[in-house]
Nanobody, 115 residues
Framework: QVRLMESGGGSVQAGGSLRLSCTASRSIFGISAVGWFRQAPGKQRDMVANRNRDGTIYYADSVKGRFTISRDNAENTVYLQMNSLKPEDTAVYYC?????????WGQGTQVTVSS
């Protein structure tokens, strides 16, 4: 069993930045695909950024050039740096890890961007 704990959410004005963190209860990111998803009220949960096991990184078109996913294996932590935030980025952000057929989710962290 792996527990994921997100942090770093909050409220910012448009144009601001936040860095989300996702820390795992044990070393797992080196052998897993890791990603960030978000879900706005009344909408489905969508992928924001994903890093495959081979290091390939994908971003949703809406965040390309503004968000960056990275990881620190030594700290068992994955980050999502979010710059130039927009009101439409407002959502609950979830960390996701997929490894050997198992999928884990964090509890989510709220990001609110005001205009």
């Amino acid at each position: 069993q792996v527990r994921l704990m997100e942090s770093g959410g909050g409220s910012v004005q448009a144009g601001g930045s936040l860095r989300l963190s996702c820390t795992a209860s044990r070393s797992i990111f080196g052998i897993s695909a890791v990603g960030w998803f978000r879900q706005a009220p009344g909408k489905q949960r969508d992928m924001v950024a994903n890093r495959n096991r081979d290091g390939t990184i994908y971003y949703a078109d809406s965040v390309k050039g503004r968000f960056t996913i990275s990881r620190d294996n030594a700290e068992n932590t994955v980050y999502l740096q979010m710059n130039s935030l927009k009101p439409e980025d407002t959502a609950v952000y979830y960390c996701n890890v997929v490894t050997t057929g198992l999928t884990y989710w964090g509890q989510g962290t709220q990001v609110t961007v005001s205009s």
